[in-house]
């Protein structure tokens, strides 16, 4: 099975960088992962959008897949309060 590429929107790269160290370490470690499944155990089509997304502790991480091209592109992170907000 070939490894998808991670990319970041601007705006999740920022986003990113706003959560606290010790919580970032584990977000971007279950990044990390999604390139090798980029649909793991316990992610969830949302509804309304062609988006997954994966839980870590209290923040979400929405993201889109392209299989066409092995990419996997992150969307948002953030608290799940907030998250789903447009």
């Given amino acids: 099975m070939a ?3 991670i990319l970041f929107t ?3 790269a920022r986003e990113l960088e706003r959560v606290p160290t010790r919580d970032r370490q584990r977000i971007v470690t279950r990044i990390g992962a999604l390139a090798s499944n980029p649909r793991p155990v316990g992610a969830e089509k949302l509804s309304d959008d062609d988006k997954y997304r994966i839980r870590q ?3 979400r991480i929405l993201y889109q897949i392209v ?3 092995l ?3 992150v969307v ?3 608290n799940r309060r907030e ?3 447009k």
């Fill in 57 to 59: 502790g209290d923040y």
């Fill in 67 to 69: 299989d066409a091209t």
């Fill in 83 to 85: 998250v789903y907000r």
């Fill in 3 to 5: 490894s998808y590429s």
């Fill in 10 to 12: 601007r705006s999740a």
């Fill in 76 to 78: 948002r992170v953030g």
């Fill in 71 to 73: 990419i996997v592109t």
